[in-house]
């Protein structure tokens, strides 16, 4: 694969990455607000 | 072999992020969902166990002397007290004056239960519930003090409300089982939700940090802590806590009784389990009155009728029968 070609996979895939991760980030904090702390404490690992 | 390296230069990104949102499930997201559906929606109380009229419904059933007619009042109340309020229907109203219509999440449906406008039997939980009666949606509301924007929010109104106590219940702090910290005292528990306390080995615990977890404004239980802890602010926590050991608080028997999880447990406080003995001996030190409360100016002729039902042996027997423990 080209340089060119793989800096524009690269980027495409750090992208995506990005957005997947930042939607997780946004649903979490959605969801902390309507859960309950009972669940949140007893999934706790340890 | 340059094409072999640009793969795995590919792959060690997507592993890295992957890693990530890994660590994050495991340590955070994984631990959203509510109490009886596993789905991430506030359901605080899965209703439909409790409806009247149901025989499956698991509600306290006495033979009460006093039957209600004419115009019912509508009930409300916090999570932790529909089984209560659901059995004073079971007990005292008609057949047929309970519509439960269920329904899906919504902004007009914040708890995922819907009932019929007309029906006797209503669940909006504490925040909306004490704002119902405010507002004269409903007749009566079923749960623990007000907090203070409840209180003004009424003064904002020139709503008087009453409160009448109906039973006690005790106020509980708990951690996950695998917590190896059985109990703390009310000082030590201050300092954590003030920020002052940060690891649960100066508590006795591993070293790790301590995540004390709150609940909404307005809650019952979010209104009970707030007065536990008196003058003393609630203090900023860092993002890093997440990754600790939690501590949390509750109402005994909605923890208990309700949610029943075996992967939680309830501290001593103080030295003393808050077990039903300890409670009703008077020697667990967090014990709180939770009320009926209603509009002054409601002159609907079944509210006295009811609250006087209530206080009777009767009602307290109904009380103590939810797993609740009677005022007298």
Redesign the interface.
């Given at each position: 694969m080209k340089d060119r070609t793989f800096y524009r996979v690269l980027a495409a895939v750090v992208a995506l990455c990005t957005v997947l991760t930042l939607a997780h980030v946004a649903y979490g904090a959605w969801a902390y607000q309507n859960s309950s702390i009972v669940q949140f404490i007893a999934k706790e690992p340890w | 072999m340059?094409?072999v390296k640009?793969l795995a230069?590919?792959l060690a990104?997507?592993a890295v992020?992957a890693l990530?949102?890994f660590s994050?499930?495991?340590?955070?997201?994984?631990?959203?969902?509510?109490?009886f559906s596993g789905a991430?929606?506030?359901k605080?109380v899965e209703v439909a166990n409790y409806l009247p009229f149901q025989p499956e419904s698991d509600l306290a059933r006495v033979d009460a002397s006093v039957k209600l007619t004419g115009d019912l009042p509508v009930l409300d109340g916090a999570a932790a007290l529909v089984p209560v309020y659901a059995s004073v229907i079971e007990n005292l109203y008609p057949q047929g004056s309970v519509t439960y219509e269920g329904g899906t999440f919504s902004s007009d449906n914040y708890y995922g239960e819907n009932f019929a406008p007309d029906s006797a039997m209503q669940y909006n939980n504490t925040v909306r519930g004490y704002k119902a009666i405010v507002d004269g949606d409903t007749d009566l509301f079923f749960g623990a003090g007000p907090s203070e924007d409840q209180k003004k929010y009424a003064q904002e109104q020139g709503v008087e409300l009453v409160y009448v106590p109906i039973g006690r219940e005790a106020f509980v702090f708990?951690?996950?089982?695998?917590?190896p910290v059985d109990g703390l005292t009310a000082d030590q528990i201050r300092d954590i939700y003030a920020g002052d306390c940060t690891n649960w080995k100066d508590l006795g615990g591993p070293n790790r940090a301590i995540n004390p977890?709150?609940?909404?404004a307005g809650s019952g239980s979010q209104t009970r802590m707030e007065k536990f802890m008196g003058d003393r602010p609630f203090g900023p926590k860092s993002p890093f806590a997440l990754t600790g050991?939690?501590?949390?608080y509750?109402f005994r028997f909605y923890?208990e009784g309700m949610?029943q999880?075996s992967?939680?447990k309830m501290l001593a406080l103080d030295g003393v389990y808050p077990s039903l003995e300890n409670i009703q001996s008077g020697d667990y030190p967090l014990v709180s009155e939770f009320y009926a409360v209603y509009r002054a100016d409601n002159d609907n002729e079944n509210i006295p009728i009811l609250l006087d039902w209530l206080l009777s042996p009767e009602g307290q027997e109904m009380i103590a029968a939810t797993g609740y423990i009677p005022v007298s």
């Open positions: - | 340059k094409l640009q230069a590919l990104v997507v992020f990530f949102n994050m499930y495991r340590v955070f997201t994984g631990r959203l969902g509510n109490n991430s929606q506030l605080s708990f951690v996950n089982q695998a917590n977890v709150a609940r909404i050991g939690s501590i949390g509750s923890l949610v999880s992967s939680v």
